[in-house]
């Protein structure tokens, strides 16, 4: 059997990421990609490193070509998805929205993050959030998939062996982001041209950022009870990659959190935790659907540091997709995303 | 009047960013650079920005040119300043050393960071740790300046206020910091080869870096107490530039820290408080003397964020030595300091 | 006396350099920036280098406050500055445009290469092409400057010691230029974006660029006659800079170069010859406005091979144009141009 | 079967791309790698993207399991190969040698270049110049391959349709190459220090590099008579990627080149001709094995320009190795080499 994929919103970067690793499937193959913008294009012609490797020509979302999949990826701005999904799992087709439709479970929340009704609230109800380590199951048996941001992927897992456990004070934990430009996407826009990104840094976003209710949802979930969490997203002058550094206190600073972390990942072919006094660099994932996570324990200061790395655009986006569909469809878990990271 | 001023350990990038400032200084010269390893060599051919610029040669560190100066920078490792210090101040030359061998007040303390003993107690306490936004007066009458890091001085400046206005819970500071590269100086060494920097960023020396005590040391005197500080430092794929990302708890969450601020740096030529909602980048101080900090309350959190940037080769060492010597010899603070960042 | 100096189209890269170099000024002082996009704000809003250090607020280009102005710099897309200059010159008012409205002498030449129609044709007559090394006669008393292009500058200086002295084939020239991403603007363009520029490499515009006409022109008015260029650009990963690798026949293969370039640019201030064996390198003139060349002749291939580099927004733009604004005035030629580079 | 390969001088970027790749490879296996200086080291430890991927530990290459190899690569400095290669070819094994030590026929000009007396004479007269797309049947019963340098493969490959057909003047041949950084390998050294070399760009061994030799020698086969070329590389501030920009004159101007190019490469998967007006890019082949070429004819000056882009460690390096050993076994010639490019 061959899962036929099919990728509404293709002209961005998640689009073509979702391309390459799809070419790389064994069991899956993207049998249509649709842009309105690129309507009639090669994807050749956009995206020049699948010159004379794929096919593929950009339709209309319309196109009836959709119909045919097995499995629909939006990879679409915030409020695409919430209208389209349902016509495709009413055929049985599943859906992974790439985008920020289903995350967040509360449907006024959502309304106030992303400044627009939220029109669905059945398949808000629905939706599973779609981080395999926290969710396999539900996920295996689900018709819809909210797939996670790329800034919760790597806090999440970072934090979830010490929440799940009841190791920190969850009224406290600060998670300092940094991410790589291809976070911003593919739209022309003169924030991200190459002289305003190359060479600086900054912080953004510092007094809420969309991703910021979302992450609160999952850790307070995990918590079992609400967490108190700061979270700065900062821009790096690079593509791709996402660094988070957490700050949190040992609820019994004689605790040693490592072994916690060994456990809940010890079964994970995607998160790897680090030796002692190795900290995760963003390239040692570059490409991969891997997140590496390093762990330090400051004495002085009492407390502990746990650093995530992740690639945004893999793990944090078309590769934990791809996981999710893998899930979905019982094949696998790591179909496709084997790849060894590019270094350097 | 010209100050005669003398650069020893003039190979790395202090050295030339000495060089560069001091071209366009109305007041003083550059008469002598050594290096063992360059002797006779012009600085055009070790810095090619330096072509047609600079006569400068190149001579050894035991040359007596030195001896002409009214101003000696050692640009030097640790441990070569601390030898060569006394012999220039004894004949009345003004010394500042832009590395760490004077910069923390206990000599025992020192000597556990920098792995030597400290071999001259008595220039160690007569030294005087030169932020001039802290120690204008102190600095004015100093025969010996132990120019402050990189990181502490855009850590220092951002707590300054806060500190000395006991605006906040000593105990729980955390400043997660992140330099380019230039930081990391321009010694062969395969770990700040471009292929293993470029697009990728990490943390390093999270268990303590060389200049937690030098932190640790001036907010305990801004403060009157000791504090509890962690420090993380971060790599950045990109050459000039540290960005500090405060977090601190106010002791009253209802008190406005940014009027403290601008009270704080209202005369201050060098430190520029940006306007609610804007952050600094580092290109906006790349190749200045200024500091810019940006202030954003957390309300979700109750967590004060303070983001602090300075260009590490500049506020952070050679500009900031430069104004250290204008205070020392009581001309313009700011001589030599006025042009304009490049940006992009 | 200071020189009062305008800006018009203040908006990008060209606009901040100008403000940058001409704070450094010690006989001119920007009085006036236009810009109609961002009429109202302060220049530091939207170039955050400026925060604390000018505070000149962008104006409509038909203030009046232009009309004060001594000079007028126009950084404006083409066409803007061809309907605007006849006005300030009537008035007494010198004109520098950054543009290309008048850098082709022949009207229809430049309609074809630039798509609409040249509606000043009289300017275009008496506009003096403003490479200094070249017409400083012309320049220190012209009214209206055409300020070369970035390309062109590099080009026109590697070249003129060898067609002044009818040393080589003039039907046989090609320059490979590369250039930094600066040269793009500041516009929002999907191709300019952080993400498709870095890490990457690419010839552009090989079967005709705009810079063409504009260098074919020059070069055959130092040749004598018409010369036979091939002329591709490059876009490189980074802001600043141009370098041209150039490859020539000498007519007479013992002939050594060298010399005719030292003696060519023995009395330029801003032309520097490098060693033999010394290649130039382009960030040895980042942020000034030098120009570095390096001469090899290629035994076993026959070749002559020159290479240049300039900052593509100094020597390459604003630079050139203060430089040219200097020698209008009667100043000293390097008033405002003596920062050195900075380096690393 | 499983061709069991073996990695001597693995401590490099070449080394751990040949391990990327062969992980990917669905007939053969990395068994051992050796490096004197990180013997006992796990490669994880060495290369981070590797951590949890592959459990390989260096060995020292004196280590019998690689006599257990079927074959065996080479990737070490000049002078290594040629000592090490015989003793497997006797035994069997086969050899790449992924550096310089063959791939110049003649042994007193390899002398020249390389500086050191070349020791087997026969082994050279028996390796074959592995460069598929030319010597594809020789490669197949090699027992020896001299795997081609990086810049020659990107020359090579622009020039052979045209040789081949006898359509250019062959005594006047640019490339104009450049290539980014990791071409200069993973050795600590000042030159390639992240500072020294981005946001900078270039030239070097503008007299004569090392790779010339090499290129002239191949050129010459495919032309039948010697050629004449000027080679100029330079340095790009980015990891991976060479571009070549080569000028020639067509004997006949009013030949169309481009049908010789599509059918020359019309069966080759891994050589991509792009569409009139479309220029290559290199990040287009960034991580895979592909090389694209654009073909532009000049009219205003009548010269052909060939622009050809491969990723310097795939086809330049890893990648063309591991399609010679598939030739040489017998195998699917694009067996693990058909990876999607990384893009962005």
């Known amino acids: ?45 956009v995206f020049p490193s699948l010159i004379g ?12 070509i959709l119909n045919e999949c097995d499995i629909i990826f939006f990879a ?19 859906v992974v929205d790439l985008g920020a439709d289903f995350r967040i ?17 059945e398949l808000l109800a629905e939706a599973v959030y779609g981080l395999p380590e926290v969710r396999r199951e539900a996920v ?6 909210a797939n996670p941001g790329c800034y919760p992927t790597a806090v999440l897992l970072a934090l979830k062996p010490l ?5 920190i004070d969850c009224s ?37 950022h969309r991703h910021l209710p979302e992450i609160k949802q999952e850790l307070s979930l995990m918590a079992g009870e609400p967490v108190g969490l700061t979270f700065v997203p900062h821009l790096l002058p690079m593509i791709r990659g996402i660094e988070a550094t957490i700050y949190v206190d040992l609820l019994d600073t004689g605790v040693d959190a490592r072994p916690y972390f060994e456990k809940a990942y010890a ?25 590496q996570i390093g762990i330090q324990y400051v004495k002085h200061s009492n407390k502990l540091v746990i650093m995530s790395v992740i690639d945004n655009l893999v793990k944090g986006a078309a590769g934990q997709a791809i996981h999710n569909m893998n899930l979905m469809f019982g094949i696998e878990e790591n179909a496709g995303l084997l790849q060894v990271g590019l270094l350097p």
């Not at 794929?54 to 009836?64: A, G």
């Not at 739209?187 to 912080?203: D, I, P, Y």
Request: proline residues 3%; hydrophobic residues 35%.
């Open 1 to 45: 059997m061959t899962i036929k994929a099919g990728i509404i919103g293709g002209s961005g970067y998640t689009g073509v990421e979702l391309i390459r690793l799809l070419h790389a499937h064994p069991e899956a193959e993207v049998i249509a990609i649709s842009s309105r913008g690129l309507n009639g294009k090669k994807v050749g012609e």
């Open 53 to 64: 490797v794929s096919d593929l020509v950009f339709s209309l979302p319309t196109d009836n």
């Open 76 to 94: 679409t701005p915030h409020g695409v998805a919430m209208e389209g999904a349902g016509a495709f799992i009413e055929k049985g087709i599943k």
């Open 105 to 121: 479970d509360d449907a006024e929340n959502w309304s106030d993050w992303y400044g627009m009704e939220h029109t669905q609230p």
């Open 140 to 145: 295996s048996k689900a018709r819809l998939i």
């Open 163 to 167: 929440l799940e456990n009841n190791l």
């Open 172 to 208: 406290n934990i600060i998670a300092d982001c940094k991410s790589g430009t291809s976070g911003a996407g593919r739209t022309a826009n003169q924030a991200t041209l190459f002289c305003e990104v190359t060479e600086s840094f900054k912080a953004y976003g510092v007094s809420g």
């Open 267 to 291: 079964n994970e072919e995607f998160v790897k935790i680090l030796d002692e006094g190795v900290y995760p660099e963003t390239r040692s994932v570059k490409s991969t659907n891997y997140c």
